[in-house]
């Protein structure tokens, strides 16, 4: 059976011309949406998304190529920009009666609330990014031996044909190992939702390199145009990351100080998968951004 988020109600809602998200609902109250990950599904957040619904619409869609939502063809270098993905959650929460919306997303979801944030400035109240830098900076950053831990991002960058076929030619091994060398606490991911994610993924595999494959080219560019325009993002922000900065020899808050005007940073001791690893944690620090900005 697979797994969902336990009290949610699942529908699917198009938000496009050949794209339905697959998203589970619940609580009530002003509206937050939640994002996921790679290589996950929505069910990363039943256990934050479960805690906010006692005060929140808690929205949880699986993104455009992942999980039970539609997977189309990478027809041209849009398909899967984070700006066609953010706007498929501006799309899926006005359908659902929400025109302005908190945000918050981990890793690929992060990318999409950070897009979403820049385009949808009227819209997104409030964001906030896990584990995860901004785009264009996250390439700038990698470079030399350190950049052999992001090696996925450099074979999905590939041009289309060679990276999905040896992907999914070892899908679980390939997908397995991030969620076992990601996870500090592995009793984080029970077995029936690693399965999942494993089963979702290995089902996705072409949508899923064309997302990363869109990261290194048009995401860029997007992200380019505004910095250069100066565009930031307004609303309050709340980022919280591993302290892979250090690391790797950058300063992670000074790159965020550099997009977002009103900015909490801070550094979680857990693993990549935070909602998994430390819900309590990482429920809070959402909490405290919603209160943010309330007069």
Known sequence: MTPVIPGFDYTRITVDDDVALNVAVG???????????????????????????????????????????????????????????????????????????????????????????????????????????????????????????????????QPAGLPEQMIAASADAFFGYFLDAWTQNPDALPADVRAEYLRASREAVPSIVADYRASAGIDIEHDQADRAAGNRLVMPVTVIQQDWGAALGFDAAALWRAWASDLEHMTLAAGHFMPEEAPEAITKELRSLLERGID
């Open 27 to 157: 609580g009530s109250g002003t509206p937050i949406v939640l994002l996921h990950g790679f290589p996950q599904t929505h069910l990363m957040w039943r256990h934050v998304a479960t805690n906010l619904a006692a005060d929140h619409t808690v929205i949880c869609p699986d993104l455009r190529g992942y999980g039970a939502s539609d997977k189309p063809a990478e027809r041209d270098r849009d398909t899967y920009a984070k700006r066609t993905m953010a706007a498929d959650i501006v799309a899926l929460a006005r359908e659902l009666g929400h025109h302005r919306f908190a945000l918050a997303g981990h890793d690929r979801g992060a990318l999409v609330a950070v897009r979403a944030g820049l385009d949808h400035p009227d819209t997104v109240t409030h964001l906030a990014s896990l584990d995860v830098l901004p785009t264009l900076d996250m390439w700038e950053i990698l470079h030399g031996a350190n950049a052999a831990v992001a090696f996925h991002l450099y074979l999905m960058a």
